[in-house]
């Protein structure tokens, strides 16, 4: 009987379908297959994060063309697409947009710093490396004027200072990393200590870049360049005698 069947097997002839065919076969299960739909939480989340991200946008577009204290939210919304309620069910105020869009820039920046340091091998070069990149971030007009104006903002308002002293805070670790990643194991024996040296990098390019503004035939670009990068050097490398 085992013989038989096998034998049975072996003469039926077995039937392939064209590969046309098959194709047709293989489309049709696909159209036939149900689509994976996103549940409506996911999709109110997507929408929510859209709206997020172009009001974000339209205040960095406003801030820059008007300032600060001058824009309007009705400006903001309208730049994106919006209206005031739209805003609000995002953002509490102008100013909790501003600090929005201060840690969007902080992380994007830091992001970039540790890239770069990460491609040199030796502290010297991450040092140098970092300098530059100092220099090109300090001449951005736009961030410089909205900082200065924000500054100047919250000194006159108690909330908005408490606010913007808590968020430096926060960046003080930030530039503890920076250090660690330049020159891991090794202590920072400046002459000043780590929230100083940010804090006078940053007032000095801020300073040079207004009077830029003022008047560039006094203080022109490439000068810039210059005491930026020498600023940077002599404040990191500066010993007690």
């Known amino acids: 009987m085992h013989v038989c069947i096998l034998q049975n097997k072996s003469t039926?002839?077995?039937?392939?379908?064209?590969?046309?065919?098959?194709?047709?076969l293989v489309r049709r299960k696909e159209s036939r297959a149900v689509p994976v739909r996103s549940s409506p939480r996911s999709r109110q989340k997507e929408r929510t994060e859209?709206?997020?991200?172009?009001?974000?946008?339209?205040?960095?577009?406003?801030?820059?063309?008007?300032?600060?204290?001058?824009?309007?939210?009705?400006?903001?919304?309208?730049?994106?697409?919006?209206?005031?309620?739209?805003?609000?069910?995002n953002f509490k105020s102008k100013e909790d947009i501003f600090f929005a869009l201060l840690d969007e820039w902080i992380a994007e920046r830091m992001a970039e710093v540790y890239a770069l340091i990460e491609k040199y091998d030796t502290p010297r070069q991450r040092l140098d490396a970092l300098r530059d990149m100092y220099a090109e971030f300090a001449q951005n007009r736009r961030l410089a004027l909205l900082s200065l104006e924000f500054k100047l903002y919250a000194i006159r308002h108690p909330r908005a200072q408490t606010r913007l002293r808590a968020r430096n805070k926060s960046m003080r670790c930030n530039k503890e990393e920076i250090w660690n990643r330049i020159n891991p194991g090794t202590k920072h024996n400046a002459l000043v200590s780590?929230?100083?040296?940010?804090?006078?990098?940053?007032?000095?390019?801020?300073?040079?870049?207004?009077?830029?503004?003022?008047?560039?035939?006094?203080?022109?670009?490439?000068?810039?360049?210059r005491l930026l990068k020498a600023s940077f050097e002599m404040v990191l490398t500066a010993r007690e005698r």
């Open 12 to 24: 039926s002839p077995v039937r392939r379908l064209p590969m046309s065919v098959k194709s047709q």
């Open 50 to 89: 859209a709206t997020r991200r172009k009001l974000l946008a339209a205040a960095e577009t406003i801030f820059a063309r008007d300032g600060f204290e001058a824009a309007r939210l009705e400006d903001i919304a309208a730049e994106a697409g919006y209206t005031r309620g739209a805003f609000y069910a």
């Open 194 to 225: 780590n929230p100083a040296i940010g804090t006078a990098l940053g007032a000095f390019s801020h300073a040079l870049l207004v009077e830029h503004l003022v008047d560039p035939a006094t203080m022109p670009s490439e000068e810039i360049q």
